[in-house]
């Protein structure tokens, strides 16, 4: 991870299973939006640290404001000092 986050940004690394054979996500990101058991929830710069079982679908918004997005069945999400880490597929 070589790029310098800032305090307006997020840094998403989307991970699968490699017996799953796709590609994840690893770059900046202006927000993450998932579903857990509670509902839908987004992910901001400066988001409190954060782990939740996830489902169903995950968004990334891209600084270009593109949508790179998922879907799987279930999955982890961490999030602590603007590093978004997901695993997919599990």
Do not use: C
């Not at 901001?44 to 069945?73: A, G, M």
């Amino acid at each position: 991870m070589d790029q310098k986050i800032t305090e307006r940004e997020l840094f998403v690394a989307v991970f699968w299973p490699p017996f799953v054979g796709k590609v994840g996500y690893r770059g900046p990101a202006a927000a993450v939006s998932s579903i857990n058991k509670i509902g839908k929830f987004d992910v901001l710069p400066e988001h409190t640290n954060f782990i939740s079982l996830i489902s169903k679908n995950l968004t990334v918004l891209l600084l270009d404001k593109k949508k790179v997005e998922y879907e799987f069945r279930r999955g982890v999400i961490e999030v602590s000092d603007n590093l978004v880490k997901v695993f997919l597929g599990l």
